[in-house]
């Protein structure tokens, strides 16, 4: 079974986050340049098997699509050019950067670590990554 790989698409910056090859743990990957982010994941599927993408997708407190919406469509296209067959779920991102802010807050990260937007992206990721996972219906995961 293929790992499931999580993207908090930014216009500068993409957090990545992925699960083990069981599905049961969503650990932080990386933060690469978004311009280089379809040339980071086709290394990495050459290593690593991964049989879906979720992908957060801005909404504003509305439900409806934020600004950069479209951005997120746009490269949600390209990942079904560069990687066919594999299936790509959008999942709300809604309050992901304020809960991993928070999550390092309680986590005792230092103020420098909070500050780094990198890791914040990460951790936007991963929490995509396990709400998406927790929605999977029984049995689907592992």
């Known amino acids: 079974m293929g790992r499931i790989l999580a993207v908090d698409y930014g216009t500068k910056r993409t957090g990545l986050a992925v699960t083990d090859p069981l599905r049961i743990i969503a650990t932080a990957l990386e933060t690469v340049n978004t311009a280089d982010l379809l040339t980071y994941l086709t ?13 957060g997708m801005p909404k504003t407190l509305k439900n409806e699509d934020s600004q950069t919406a479209p951005l997120v469509r746009a490269f949600v ?25 928070h999550s390092m807050l309680q986590s005792g990260a230092s103020k420098k670590d909070r500050r ?27």
């Open 116 to 142: 780094d937007k990198a890791n914040i992206d990460k951790i936007s990721a991963v929490i995509i990554l396990q709400s998406f996972m927790s929605a999977m219906p029984p049995g689907r995961g592992i």
């Open 43 to 55: 290394s990495y599927l050459a290593k690593e098997t991964v049989d879906e993408f979720v992908v």
């Open 77 to 101: 296209e390209k990942l079904k050019v560069a990687f066919p067959g594999k299936p790509v779920h959008l999942a709300d991102e809604r309050f992901t950067s304020s809960l991993a802010k």
